[in-house]
C-alpha cells in the first residue's frame, strides 16, 4: 500500500526558517512533488525531486533521501503569507502519474 | 484563461440526486486528473485521463462515479444517487504529459456539499 505521514501542524515565527518533514512508504517511486494550498484554494506546485539531494528554490529547497523515504521542504525568511498547508505527494504508479498525497502540514506563521 | 478552470464552484444537492462537474484543463495539456479532498485531508486519486481515454479510474469509489473526455480536452465527472459522504472539494488538474517528471496543475476545485 502507499503511506504518507507529514505533521498535522506547525508554528514558527515571521523571518524565521522552518522544516517540514515527510516520510513515504510506496510500491514504486517516480518522484516526490510539495504543493503549497491556501486555505479554500488550489494546491499550487513548489517543487519536485526525483534524485537524493537538495533542490533550491528562492525562499524554499526540498531534500530527498530515496533509501530512507523521506523528505522535508525548508522554508526561509518566514512571510505572514507562508500561511498555508503544505502537501507532500508522491508518483509511484507505473504508466499512471497519479499522485498520492499526504494529509498536509498547516503551517503558521505568527508575528 | 491559462490555468485550469472548474464550474460550478459549489454545488448543493439533495441526496439521491445526480450531478455533474466541469474541468477546463490548461490548453494543449494531454493528461488530466481527477481528485477528491476531504476536510483535513489530502487530495485523493479518483481518474487519470491521456488524451480522450481513461488510462486509470482504480481510484473511483463505485460505480455512481463516472468521468469523460470525449474531445481529450474538457472533462466532466458525473455522480449518481449522490451520498452525504460524496461531500468533498473535487479538484481537477491537468499536465503536459512529458514523463514522469510531469507536474500536475490544479483548478480551485467544485466544493459539492450533498444535504
Known amino acids: 500500500g502507499q503511506n504518507i505521514d507529514q505533521p498535522t501542524e506547525m508554528t514558527a515565527t515571521e523571518g524565521a526558517i522552518v522544516q517540514i518533514n515527510c516520510t513515504y512508504q510506496t510500491s514504486g517511486f517516480n518522484g516526490l512533488f510539495w504543493y503549497q494550498q491556501h486555505a479554500g484554494e488550489a494546491p499550487t506546485f513548489l517543487s519536485y525531486n526525483v534524485l537524493d539531494g537538495l533542490e533550491e528554490k528562492g525562499r524554499f529547497s526540498s531534500f530527498l533521501s530515496r533509501s530512507k523515504g523521506y523528505s522535508y521542504l525548508l522554508l526561509k525568511e518566514l512571510q505572514m503569507k507562508d500561511s498555508a498547508s503544505y502537501l507532500c505527494?508522491?508518483?509511484?504508479?507505473?504508466?499512471?502519474?497519479?499522485?498520492?498525497f499526504g494529509k498536509g502540514t498547516k503551517l503558521s506563521v505568527i508575528p | 484563461g491559462a490555468g485550469v478552470s472548474q464550474t460550478p464552484s459549489n454545488k448543493v444537492t439533495e441526496k439521491g440526486k445526480y450531478v455533474e462537474l466541469r474541468c477546463d484543463p490548461i490548453s494543449g495539456h494531454t493528461a488530466l486528473y481527477w481528485y477528491r479532498q476531504s476536510l483535513g485531508q489530502g487530495p485523493e486519486f479518483l481518474i487519470y485521463f491521456q488524451g480522450t481515454g481513461a488510462a486509470d479510474d482504480s481510484g473511483l469509489p463505485n460505480d455512481r462515479f463516472f468521468a469523460v473526455r470525449p474531445e481529450g480536452s474538457v472533462s466532466t465527472l458525473k455522480i449518481q444517487r449522490t451520498e452525504r459522504g460524496d461531500s468533498a472539494v473535487y479538484l481537477c488538474a491537468s499536465s503536459p504529459l512529458r514523463g514522469h517528471t510531469d507536474t500536475q496543475y490544479f483548478g480551485p476545485g467544485t466544493r459539492l456539499t450533498v444535504l
Open positions: 505527494a508522491v508518483s509511484s504508479g507505473a504508466g499512471s502519474y497519479q499522485l498520492t
